[in-house]
């Protein structure tokens, strides 16, 4: 059973950077697609960016465009997430997954506050 752990989060002011980290257990998730969610207090689960299982393609939300950078170490089988320029409203608990169909159990995710 592939499990999912999520790092990388913490508290940082408006205009700065975080570099988050999902690190899946099992080798089948480097075959598959992933991608990085975020839940906000209130709010349902949403995608904010997703890569193809060899990196070559990467697909972002457009509140992520230019902001954000996915990535992948499949030998890792670690999945990043570059965050610069966060924005108050990127606070929320960031999540991967497989992508598009979130195919394996939720990690515990990771949390991201962006202070003004």
């Known amino acids: 059973q592939v499990q999912l752990v999520e790092s990388g989060g913490g508290l940082v002011q408006a205009g700065g950077s975080l570099t988050l980290s999902c690190v899946a257990s099992?080798?089948?998730?480097?075959?598959?697609?992933m991608g990085w969610f975020r839940q906000a207090p209130g709010n349902e689960r949403e995608f904010v960016a997703a890569i193809s299982w060899s990196g070559g393609a990467t697909y972002y939300a457009d509140s992520a465009k230019g902001r954000f950078t996915i990535s992948r170490d499949n030998a890792k089988n670690t999945v990043y997430l570059q965050m610069n320029d966060l924005k108050p409203e990127d606070t929320a608990v960031y999540y991967c997954?497989?992508?598009?169909?979130?195919?394996?159990?939720w990690g515990q995710g990771t949390q991201v506050t962006v202070s003004s």
């Open positions: 997954n497989t992508w598009p169909t979130a195919r394996l159990s």
């Open positions: 099992g080798r089948t998730s480097s075959l598959l697609p």
